[in-house]
């Protein structure tokens, strides 16, 4: 198989247009075109259902497709491994991150990668932890920084950074405050059972830290009333400290504050800090110095 020509028909798909796709491979669209009838003709079947901009493969390119997508990642490793062999530095590396502390782990990281490799070109992509998944399993990322739960991993190697706990963030002027500790060290205990009634902001549904919290309301029996939905556990954290509700917060977002008071809840619910990487897939010698540096880094932040 040709993998030049694997790789244009893999952009056909991605694409879902034959147009898009050429231009994408810097070739004509004829041409194209010609690859994908010669190969259909070989193979005895369609590969593609076609549509003016909605390309989608028959069954038959379903099979070809996905091992075409092996082939491909087949090759990158040893590519990879050669790149290794031969000591060389200059090889890209896409490396997904998840909003704000993707960023500050990156800022913080990138100094010290980019010295020890100057001609090594590091791509972050920002993007939601089930984007990062699945651009992992299709080879567009090489690791990608993820909070999840045991439960939350998919068919990845997920190589774990730390664990950190999910905490109770209360406002000055609610009932509880005066109990709460001023650092997440000293915050005692309370069930979300007494918190009923009361107002929270809440990560948006999608996200994954919605999937831990919201278990813990159904267990404390009640529906939280919700100020609003974000996005940022950041802007969380400001609303709590301007008197205006409460919110579960990861605990590197437990920041001292005169307004705000922190508990640990019962449960101690917890997700991982890992940094994930395509199944079976090799891991350089840049993979895995990043890999030794984001370790430190959350080592240094939570145990």
């Known amino acids: ?14 694409e879902k247009s034959i147009t898009r796709a050429a231009e994408r491979r810097f070739i004509t669209q004829s041409a194209l075109n010609q690859q994908l009838q010669k190969l ?57 991150l998840i909003p704000e502390r993707g960023v500050d782990m990156f800022t913080a990281v990138y100094p010290f990668f980019h010295r020890a490799h100057p001609e090594a070109e590091v791509e972050p992509v920002e993007c939601s932890v089930r984007a990062m998944q699945r651009m992992i399993t299709a080879g ?25 706990e999910i905490l109770l ?29 009361t107002p929270f902001v809440r990560i948006y549904r999608r996200s994954t830290l919605f999937d831990i ?26 609303i709590v400290e301007a008197g205006l509700a409460c919110a579960l917060l990861p605990e590197v977002y437990a920041v001292p504050s005169e307004n705000v008071r922190y508990f640990h809840l019962p449960e101690r619910p917890a997700w991982l800090i890992t940094l994930c990487s395509r199944k079976d897939g090799y891991l350089g010698t840049l993979e895995q110095e990043y890999l030794a540096l984001c370790r430190t880094y959350w080592q240094g932040k939570l145990e």
């Open 40 to 96: 259909e003709e070989e193979l005895g079947t369609p590969l593609f259902r076609r549509a003016r901009s909605n390309w989608q493969p028959t069954e038959a390119g379903k099979i070809y497709l996905e091992a075409a997508r092996r082939m491909v990642m087949q090759k990158e490793d040893a590519y990879h491994r050669i790149a290794d062999c031969a000591e060389q530095s200059r090889r890209r590396l896409a490396v997904g």
């Open 140 to 164: 567009e990322l090489d690791l990608g920084l993820a909070t999840l739960t045991p439960q939350q991993q998919d068919e990845n190697t997920y190589h774990r950074m730390a664990a950190e």
């Open 1 to 14: 198989m040709d993998l030049h020509l694997i790789e244009n028909i893999l952009a056909i798909e991605e």
């Open 169 to 197: 963030a209360v406002p000055a002027g609610h009932p509880s405050f005066s109990q709460g500790g001023r650092k997440k060290e000293d915050a005692p205990e309370i069930p979300l059972s007494e918190f009923a009634g």
């Open 213 to 238: 919290t919201e278990p813990l309301f159904e267990a404390a029996g009640y529906a939280p009333k919700v100020l609003f939905y974000t996005s940022s556990n950041v802007s969380k954290l400001r």
